[in-house]
């Protein structure tokens, strides 16, 4: 007998999962119950786990391919280095320093809303965040549910994106850091790859709404002023929107997203307290 529990958050996504200790490995009902409860919520969480990166890994692993962290995306998508020459590597998130050199990514600022690594043509499927240290308030994170935020849509609004793409400049990191390698200011000329703004799930088969993030992104086809104003009124209905969750941090606490329907944010934080997340990522799917 399994103690498994699936058990939703009062939200409009979410669940929490209690009774397994995801150190260990799943059974096969356990690994499918929890699949299945990521396509019905699009976001878990699994608190007081207590676990190394390897057993992180381990866990990520039971449910599809791993993939890499943002920056080695990016290199490998420049050709600066060959997949097959990269050991997989955890995505520290943190605004620690040691020895003058920051251990992670992405500070104390906010993160603003967006979808990870949509700047490559298959970005992940999920992101799984591992809480090492914690402050005692701020550094929130919220999710957005991206099936709502495409539902709720007014129809104008629906017949605007209508078969319409966007492109996802990795020009800005989702703290709104320029990445130095980026120099196209314009985001209707600058590099990235094309995505529908409106997706289909390859496995709930629902359609979501899919903007990445909003520094850099640009309608395809349309004049870089008609974009600016459709992307405006698009994102001025889901930041306005109600379909948020948010999860106040414990230490030992991970939380599991569906970066294919649901987007995220965080708040900023004191940066004289100690914030460090572990990040693990399950490769994306193509077609849409
Ligand atoms: C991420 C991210 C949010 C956070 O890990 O992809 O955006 O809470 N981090 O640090
Ligand atoms: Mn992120």
């Known amino acids: ?7 939703p958050f009062d939200a409009p996504l979410g669940a929490e999962i209690r009774g397994v200790d995801i150190s260990k490995p799943l059974s096969p009902s356990a690994v499918e119950t929890i699949r299945t409860a990521w ?18 890994f381990a866990f990520t692993a039971q449910f599809g391919t791993l993939d890499y962290p943002p920056e080695l995306l990016l290199a490998i998508a420049a050709g600066e280095v060959r997949v097959e020459d990269e050991p997989m590597a955890i995505n520290v998130i943190s ?15 906010e993160a603003f809303w967006h979808s990870d690594s949509t700047f490559v ?25 991206m099936y709502q935020a495409l539902e709720t849509l007014p129809d104008e609004l629906r017949q605007a994106i209508k078969g319409k793409s966007s492109k996802h400049d990795a020009a800005y990191s989702s703290s709104g850091k320029r990445r ?14 094309i995505h529908p703004l409106e997706r289909t799930h390859p496995d709930t088969g629902r359609k979501s709404l899919y903007l990445g993030r909003r520094l850099g992104s640009y309608i395809v086809g349309l004049p870089l002023d008609e974009s600016e ?8 209905h889901v930041t306005e929107g109600d379909f948020i969750w948010a999860q106040q941090w414990r230490v ?8 294919r329907c649901a987007m995220h944010r965080r708040d900023a ?20």
């Open 1 to 7: 007998m399994s103690d498994l529990e699936v058990c």
């Open 39 to 56: 396509h019905d919520h699009l976001v878990l969480l699994f608190r007081d786990q207590d676990m190394s990166d390897a057993q992180h």
């Open 95 to 109: 605004n620690v320093i040691e020895n003058g050199k920051p251990i992670g990514v992405l500070g104390n600022g």
């Open 121 to 145: 043509e298959i970005p992940p499927a999920a992101s799984l965040l591992r809480s090492l240290e914690v402050p005692d308030s701020g550094g929130d994170t919220y999710f957005m549910n």
């Open 180 to 193: 130095p390698q980026f120099t196209e200011l314009d985001p209707s000329k600058s590099a990235g790859p």
């Open 229 to 236: 104003d459709l992307l405006n009124r698009i994102w001025a």
């Open 252 to 259: 030992g606490d991970l939380v599991w997203w569906d970066n």
């Open 269 to 288: 934080f004191d940066p004289n307290v100690r914030r460090t997340m572990h990040r693990t990522q399950l490769a994306g799917d193509r077609p849409y």
